[in-house]
């Protein structure tokens, strides 16, 4: 890590089903009894696996799931495991599987896609507007398959010395994600920024490309809890000079 920017090759460690099976209720309480929403992020090994995560979390009270399609972090077998942003077929197979089978469309799920070329963003958002029951898209992961080295010169990621680049580097890129995805999704999908939000000026950047919400996750990896008052204020006082970005 140097500043706020990130790179991580750590996958997808948690605790899996045992861990979530043992504290998820407690979560889902936690949030209920402030008046805030879980979302729950998965991410499985086949489509099958993201049905039976998705439904697991639905099981103990989760509304909302975020569906991990972007994770560059994943190797076996000694090659990297195919990321879902990258293969049409194989999104379009896991949306279906998680379509409502009942017939009635609530809207309760979000993709969270990697940073894609324009050819390929159009072709994903395209497959986007054929499930109403999507409430849109989060832009955007990781950046795939970065280099850094460590105070010491050698390469300071584990595995295959390559890893996901996140933290203010990703800044424009993942605004501009958010710009293209925010005119290529249907009105009722919204788009969500992620990716370099370490100031009240980065998170502006994301509204004013298009999102309607914002994710932290390095900066707050990096410095605590309190980043969410820290940038809140920041973008509260650019509003006041710069106007509402969602007018401009």
């Not at 043992?22 to 979560?27: F, K, N, V, Y």
């Amino acid at each position: 890590e140097e500043d706020n920017k990130t790179a991580n090759s750590l996958g997808l460690n948690n605790g899996g089903i045992p861990y979530y099976t043992e504290h998820l209720p407690t979560m889902v309480k936690l949030c209920a009894d402030n008046s805030k929403e879980l979302i729950a992020s998965v991410a499985g090994f086949s489509p099958e696996e993201y049905q039976m995560l998705a439904n697991f979390c639905r099981s103990f009270g989760v509304k909302v799931v975020e569906l991990n399609f972007g994770c560059p972090n994943v190797w076996g077998g000694g090659c990297q495991k195919p990321i879902v942003s990258e293969h049409p077929v194989l999104m379009r197979h896991i949306l279906e599987l998680l379509r409502p089978t009942d017939g009635i469309i609530v809207r309760n799920s979000w993709v969270k896609l990697s940073p894609l070329m324009p050819g390929m963003l159009v072709e994903i958002a395209g497959i986007l507007w054929r499930f109403p029951y999507l409430l849109g898209a989060v832009a955007c992961n990781t950046f795939p398959n970065g280099y850094a080295l460590n105070e010491n010169g050698n390469p300071a990621i584990f595995g295959k010395n390559l890893a996901g680049i996140a933290g203010d580097g990703l800044l424009e890129i993942a605004a501009g994600q958010v710009a293209q995805l925010s005119k290529l999704l249907p009105p009722e999908q919204l788009v969500k920024g992620a990716g370099g939000i370490c100031s009240g000026r980065a998170m502006y950047t994301h509204i004013m490309a298009g999102a309607n919400a914002v994710q932290i996750g390095s900066h707050l990896y990096a410095n605590g809890a309190g980043v969410f008052g820290q940038v809140l204020e920041e973008y509260t006082e650019l509003v006041g000079r710069w106007g509402d970005p969602t007018n401009r």
